[in-house]
C-alpha cells in the first residue's frame, strides 16, 4: 500500500522559515506527480503547489508565490517544501498528495501542522 | 482564476440520499474529483474523472456533471459517511492550476 508520511512542521515565528518533508513508499515515487495542499483552522482545503515527476515542472499558488519552493529527490523517494517569510495565515495542516496523473490526488499523507506565530 | 462553489452544509437521514453540488462555470467541460476528509485524518479520493469511483470506494458513492454542476450522490446515508466534501478540478487555463471548492459538511441526522 502506498505511504506518503510527513514531516518537519512546527512553531516558527512569521518572518522565519520552515522545511516540510514527505516521504514516499511502496510505490514508484519517480513516476508520480506530486503536490502539497493545506487546510487552515476553520477553513477548507487549499492548494500550494505541484511539481512534475520529473521535477521540472513547478506551479504554485498565488498565495504562496516566491515565498515556497517544492522539489523532489526521486532517488530518496522524497518531496520537500521551503517556505520562507512564513506569515500568520500561512498556519495549517500541510500535506503531500499525488499519483501517476496531474490529477486526480490519489494517496495522500497524514499530514504536518505548521504554525506560524510569535 | 477559475472559482468552484460549494453549500456549505447538507443535512440528510440516515438510509436517504444526499446530494452535493460543485458549481463553476461551463465545469461540464471539465474533469471533477470529490474527495471525503474526516475529523483529524487525511482526504480520501471517492469519485475522480466526474463518475469514477477508486477501489474501495462503495457504489453508494456516485458522480455527475454537466453544464455549469457537478454532483457527488452519496446513497443510502451512512453515519459513517459523516465528512467535509470538496471537489476539485485542474484548469490548465488558469495560473493557479488545481482548485478547489469551499468544501460542504455532510450531516447525518
Given amino acids: 500500500e502506498v505511504q506518503l508520511v510527513e514531516s518537519g512542521g512546527g512553531l516558527v515565528q512569521p518572518g522565519g522559515s520552515l522545511r516540510l518533508s514527505c516521504a514516499a513508499s511502496r510505490f514508484s515515487f519517480s513516476s508520480y506527480e506530486m503536490n502539497w495542499v493545506r487546510r487552515a483552522p476553520g477553513k477548507g482545503l487549499e492548494w500550494v503547489s505541484y511539481i512534475s515527476s520529473s521535477g521540472r515542472t513547478k506551479f504554485y499558488a498565488n498565495s504562496v508565490k516566491g515565498r515556497f519552493t517544492i522539489s523532489r529527490d526521486n532517488a530518496k523517494s522524497s518531496l520537500y517544501l521551503q517556505m520562507n517569510s512564513l506569515r500568520a495565515e500561512d498556519t495549517a495542516i500541510y500535506y503531500c498528495a499525488g499519483g501517476p496523473k496531474s490529477y486526480p490526488f490519489d494517496y495522500w499523507g497524514q499530514g504536518t501542522l505548521v504554525t506560524v506565530s510569535s | ?109
Avoid at chain 2, 482526504?43 to 457527488?72: H, K, Q
Avoid at chain 2, 450522490?73 to 488558469?94: H, K, P
Fill in chain 2, 1 to 109: 482564476s477559475y472559482v468552484l462553489t460549494q453549500p456549505p452544509s447538507v443535512s440528510v437521514a440516515p438510509g436517504q440520499t444526499a446530494r452535493i453540488t460543485c458549481g463553476g462555470n461551463n465545469i461540464g467541460s471539465k474533469s471533477v474529483h470529490w474527495y471525503q476528509q474526516k475529523p483529524t485524518q487525511a482526504p480520501v479520493l471517492v469519485v475522480y474523472d466526474d463518475s469514477d469511483r477508486p477501489s474501495g470506494i462503495p457504489e453508494r458513492f456516485s458522480g455527475s456533471n454537466s453544464g455549469n454542476t457537478a454532483t457527488l450522490t452519496i446513497s443510502r446515508v451512512e453515519a459513517g459517511d459523516e465528512a467535509d466534501y470538496y471537489c476539485q478540478v485542474w484548469d490548465s487555463t488558469s495560473d493557479q492550476h488545481v482548485v478547489f471548492g469551499g468544501g460542504t459538511e455532510l450531516t447525518v441526522l
